[in-house]
């Protein structure tokens, strides 16, 4: 079972407690935008088979949204934090480096 811990409430709750909420850090756009950005904010989605950063709903605890890096394929969790943020904190970005030779934020930004 997927655990993870809620930056929001320092919770550590399994995937029943939670709601996954869909790729996170995605550019939003506002209105005015043309039809093929708001098609693809859509529906064109990475769906990587490894790492991934989804965004959660701590939906039984604190009722917050954070966001959560982990491999698809094991799911392995290499760290949550706050909903707020543009990209993971560094330390995220270390784990997930170490573990995995090569892997640049650059892909996902």
Known sequence: MLTLHCPNCGVH???????????????RFASGSSDDDFHDYMFQRQNPKGVHF???KHVYGCGK???AARCTATLEVF?????QTHE???AIKDAITAKRPGWSWGDFS
Do not use: I, N, V
């Not at 709750?13 to 550019?27: F, I, M, P």
């Not at 760290?79 to 909903?83: L, V």
């Open 54 to 56: 989804e965004r959660w």
């Open 65 to 67: 949204y954070f966001l």
């Open 13 to 27: 709750a399994d995937e029943t407690d939670l709601h996954a909420e869909g790729e996170a850090h995605l550019k």
């Open 88 to 90: 993971p904190p560094q």
């Open 79 to 83: 760290g949550t934090y706050s909903a």
